[in-house]
């Protein structure tokens, strides 16, 4: 098995998070020079057109051996549900501030959702290009407000590139394996959905146990619909079919199903006729 790194990146708006998104997309060779656009995860027109990110989007990249699984999430406090549910689905976060600005509100209220659910916090300090940057106040206010040791920061800029080879080298050291029992029946978190015209209910999910495979009867524990696997895949960040999804993987199961209110966030999936204890919702 591949072995599976799945974080997100928690910060305030503006301090840089789609910036250094592009960055890892561009080192990694997700997206080729020649389609990479900034802010490449802000695809909603609203999000490129305010600069800001409002929809949480997962992408599957492929560092050194390893496959680091990001959710970009919102910054603004109003989209903090969208956050939520992306911690939920991953074992690790990049804490980011931007050197000019320091830390925020928000950025302690996210990084309190990420230690209630345990997740390893590593803290980035953005932006250190710039020359009103102040990085030693920074670093202090980082160790005295968040609680983090000053020799676990990490410094960077999304922009020039600077740091981000070390970012990723941390999220591979730090960040735990996901755990979970491949020979249990599928279970698996959903912790978005869409609606496609043509497709209908496609569920975005964080595997925890088994596997799935397309053809594969499955079964929402909270509502009792069933569904059948029309087709599964990782995003890159576009959909990208595959032969099925294991332990650990984030990825999106295309349900069969035509009415949305049946594939609930926070639900869990499972296949049909197994006996599973339903995760922990939110």
């Given at each position: 098995?591949?072995?599976?790194?799945?974080?997100?990146i928690?910060?305030?708006?503006?301090?840089?998070?789609?910036?250094?998104?592009?960055?890892?997309?561009?080192?990694?060779?997700?997206?080729?020079?020649?389609?990479?656009?900034?802010?490449?995860?802000?695809?909603?027109?609203?999000?490129?057109?305010?600069?800001?990110?409002?929809?949480?989007?997962?992408?599957r990249?492929?560092?050194?051996?390893?496959v680091l699984?990001l959710?970009?999430?919102?910054?603004?406090?109003?989209?903090?549900?969208?956050?939520?549910?992306?911690?939920?689905?991953?074992?690790?976060?990049?804490?980011?501030?931007d050197a000019?600005?320091?830390?925020?509100?928000q950025?302690?209220a996210?990084?309190?959702?990420?230690?209630?659910?345990?997740?390893?916090?590593i803290?980035?300090?953005?932006?250190?290009?710039?020359?009103?940057?102040?990085?030693?106040?920074?670093?202090?206010?980082?160790?005295?407000?968040?609680?983090?040791?000053?020799?676990?920061?990490?410094l960077?800029?999304g922009?020039?590139?600077v740091?981000?080879?070390?970012?990723?080298?941390?999220?591979v050291s730090?960040?735990?394996?996901?755990s979970?029992?491949?020979?249990?029946?599928?279970r698996?978190?959903?912790?978005?959905?869409?609606?496609?015209?043509?497709?209908?209910v496609?569920?975005?999910?964080?595997?925890?146990?088994?596997?799935?495979?397309?053809?594969?009867?499955?079964?929402?524990?909270?509502?009792?619909?069933?569904?059948?696997?029309?087709?599964?895949?990782?995003?890159?960040?576009?959909?990208?079919?595959?032969?099925?999804?294991?332990?650990g993987?984030?990825g999106?199961?295309?349900?069969?199903?035509?009415?949305?209110?049946?594939?609930?966030?926070?639900?869990?999936?499972?296949?049909?006729?197994?006996?599973v204890?339903?995760?922990?919702?939110?």
């Open positions: 098995m591949v072995p599976i790194r799945n974080f997100c928690i910060a305030h708006v503006d301090h840089g998070k789609s910036t250094l998104a592009d960055r890892f997309l561009e080192l990694t060779g997700t997206v080729s020079s020649r389609q990479l656009q900034a802010q490449m995860l802000d695809m909603m027109p609203l999000e490129r057109e305010r600069g800001i990110t409002i929809k949480l989007t997962p992408v990249m492929q560092y050194k051996s390893f699984n959710i970009d999430t919102p910054g603004h406090v109003d989209f903090s549900y969208e956050v939520s549910r992306s911690l939920a689905a991953v074992e690790g976060a990049i804490l980011l501030v000019t600005q320091g830390v925020q509100a950025t302690l996210n990084l309190h959702l990420a230690r209630n659910l345990g997740l390893t916090i803290p980035v300090i953005n932006k250190i290009d710039l020359p009103q940057s102040d990085i030693s106040a920074v670093k202090e206010q980082m160790v005295n407000l968040l609680d983090v040791a000053e020799e676990d920061i990490l960077a800029s922009k020039t590139g740091g981000v080879i070390e970012i990723m080298d941390a999220i730090r960040v735990p394996a996901p979970g029992d491949l020979l249990k029946p599928f698996a978190l959903i912790f978005d959905s869409l609606y496609d015209e043509y497709r209908g496609i569920a975005y999910v964080r595997v925890i146990d088994g596997s799935l495979t397309q053809g594969q009867r499955i079964r929402f524990c909270a509502t009792e619909a069933a569904g059948e696997t029309l087709e599964v895949g990782y995003f890159a960040p576009h959909f990208v079919p595959q032969r099925h999804l294991g332990v993987d984030i999106y199961v295309v349900t069969g199903l035509k009415d949305l209110a049946k594939c609930r966030v926070g639900d869990t999936v499972t296949v049909e006729g197994a006996t204890v339903p995760l922990p919702g939110y």
